[in-house]
């Protein structure tokens, strides 16, 4: 398993796109909007790992909620699984609450996974079949 991306919610997502690019020298390799799920999303990749970063839509869009009371900053850490069925199992087998009980579309083409941040000392967890 390795860190495959970081989920950082922003509310101006061309200034953070230009920050990560010019001060960090990341590199912008995907955009995508959900409007089902209310949020625009940036993907840029920092050596063997990307940054995702997702602008709510709407201020009652999961990730507007998650501004609104936390202020923009670190939303989910995303680990990568060869196995995204198994990753699950593995998961609910140590008794970790899954918010995806099973694999979905993630935005950027790969099935993912959801786990329950309090089953993972408070970070929301997300586990991406690469
Ligand atoms: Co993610």
Same mark, same amino acid.
């Given at each position: 398993m390795r860190i495959h991306h970081v989920g950082i919610a922003v509310t101006d %997502?061309?200034?953070?796109?230009? %920050?990560?690019?010019n001060v960090f020298n990341a590199e %912008?390799?995907?955009?995508?909007?959900?409007?089902?799920?209310?949020?625009?999303?940036?993907? %840029?990749?920092? *050596?063997?790992a990307e940054l995702e970063l997702m602008a709510p839509l709407r201020d009652d869009s999961?990730? *507007?909620?998650?501004?609104?009371?936390?202020g923009p900053g670190m939303h989910h850490v995303a680990? *990568?699984?060869p196995d995204i069925e198994k990753a699950i199992d593995d998961a609910r087998a140590a008794g970790l609450e899954l918010i995806d009980a099973e694999p979905r579309m993630g935005m950027h083409g790969a099935r993912i996974a959801f786990v329950h941040p309090k089953s993972v000392g408070g970070v929301l967890t997300e586990l991406v079949e690469t």
């Amino acid at each position: 398993m390795r860190i495959h991306h970081v989920g950082i919610a922003v509310t101006d %997502l061309e200034q953070s796109i230009d %920050l990560y690019r010019n001060v960090f020298n990341a590199e %912008l390799v995907h955009r995508a909007t959900n409007e089902r799920e209310g949020l625009e999303a940036a993907f %840029l990749r920092m *050596g063997d790992a990307e940054l995702e970063l997702m602008a709510p839509l709407r201020d009652d869009s999961p990730v *507007g909620k998650f501004v609104a009371k936390r202020g923009p900053g670190m939303h989910h850490v995303a680990y *990568g699984v060869p196995d995204i069925e198994k990753a699950i199992d593995d998961a609910r087998a140590a008794g970790l609450e899954l918010i995806d009980a099973e694999p979905r579309m993630g935005m950027h083409g790969a099935r993912i996974a959801f786990v329950h941040p309090k089953s993972v000392g408070g970070v929301l967890t997300e586990l991406v079949e690469t």
